[in-house]
């Protein structure tokens, strides 16, 4: 395990310097750090860069994928699963000198699952594996909130949407991303606090649940259909870009990494499209009172 963690943090070391070189091209650089939650069947940060060139927006997004025909980013999935928001990972020093020095923009933080987050009191022992305390989930992000800061960037904490199998957790895990994101806020670095984006993505998905049930709205346990990704690189654009989703036109939903680039991707259909744009403006708006 030593020598995956090794190998993968030389990768990220060098993508980011070689990113970092390449931030005179004056597009906004984002990475995606976490699992499979990005990469599953082409990801989420597909959708999240359609948006943007619909808008004309200049962004390059880094994660997982780099070997792909569609890639975007670094590969590290042959190396292993890395839960980067863990204590033990986030404490590292090469991870956090990998986010300073990669010239990024934003920085999008895969939320802990339930699991985690929740205290060991609340019986759900099938998806728990073993809790870890609030004040360890803190100290781990506060750790990397920190690197992303004095990179220049901004950490944004993405509500991870959770199992299909659990949605009466979801709301109660996004409490206590709020609570995250209000202790990450009080930190002090360089003499200043910093501002968090929160993206509530585990909200948006008990609403695409609810209108298309669940074996239509997830892929599996623990990943969204093609429908709810889309949503999901929606949801990121609108928060990271303050940019009103409705009338974007963008509707390609990410092309799994199976079949060749100039495949042309299945699209969402209007009506479906609509609505997606629709609920994220109302998240947004709710949040962003002035918009």
Same mark, same amino acid.
């Not at 708006?285 to 918009?291: A, V």
């Given at each position: 395990m030593e020598m995956k963690f090794r190998a993968y943090f030389l990768c990220l070391v060098f993508v980011s310097a070689v990113a970092g070189s390449r931030a005179e091209d004056g597009a906004q650089r984002v990475l995606f750090l976490g699992n499979s939650v990005w990469d599953y069947q082409g990801g989420v940060p597909?959708?999240?860069?359609?948006?943007?060139?619909?808008e004309g927006l200049s962004f390059s997004a880094t994660s997982q994928m780099k070997d792909r025909a569609n890639r975007?980013?670094?590969e590290f999935l042959d190396i292993g699963r890395i839960p980067l928001s863990l204590p033990e990972v986030a404490a590292r020093a090469d991870l956090l000198e990998a986010i300073r020095s990669g010239g990024y923009d934003y920085v999008v933080l895969e939320g802990r699952r339930s699991g985690y987050l929740l205290p060991s009191w609340v019986d759900r022992p099938e998806d728990r594996g073993a809790s870890i305390p609030y004040a360890e989930n803190l100290t781990a992000l506060g750790a990397i909130h920190r690197a992303i800061v004095e990179s220049g960037g901004? *950490?944004?904490?993405?509500?991870?949407?959770?199992?299909? *199998?659990?949605?009466?957790?979801?709301?109660?895990?996004a409490e206590i991303y709020r609570?995250?994101?209000?202790? @990450?806020?009080?930190?002090?670095?360089?003499?200043?606090?910093?501002?968090?984006?929160?993206?509530?993505?585990?909200? @948006?998905?008990?609403d695409g649940v609810r209108r298309y049930g669940l074996d239509n709205w997830f892929a599996d346990r623990g990943h969204g259909a093609e429908l709810a990704?889309?949503?999901?690189?929606? @949801?990121?654009? *609108?928060?990271?870009?303050g940019k009103d989703p409705r009338?974007?036109?963008?509707?390609s939903f990410p092309k799994p990494w199976t079949v060749?680039?100039? *495949?042309?991707?299945?699209?969402a259909n209007e009506d479906d499209a609509d609505w997606v744009a629709r609920q994220v403006w109302l998240y947004y708006?709710?949040?962003?009172?002035?918009?």
């Open positions: 597909q959708a999240f860069i359609g948006f943007c060139e619909a975007h980013g670094i901004r *950490t944004v904490l993405y509500i991870h949407p959770g199992l299909k *199998t659990t949605p009466e957790l979801k709301l109660p895990v609570r995250l994101r209000t202790d @990450l806020e009080g930190m002090v670095i360089g003499g200043e606090t910093h501002s968090v984006i929160l993206v509530p993505a585990s909200q @948006l998905w008990l990704r889309f949503a999901s690189g929606c @949801l990121l654009f *609108t928060y990271i870009t009338g974007n036109g963008f509707r060749s680039a100039d *495949t042309p991707a299945r699209r708006t709710s949040e962003n009172p002035d918009r």
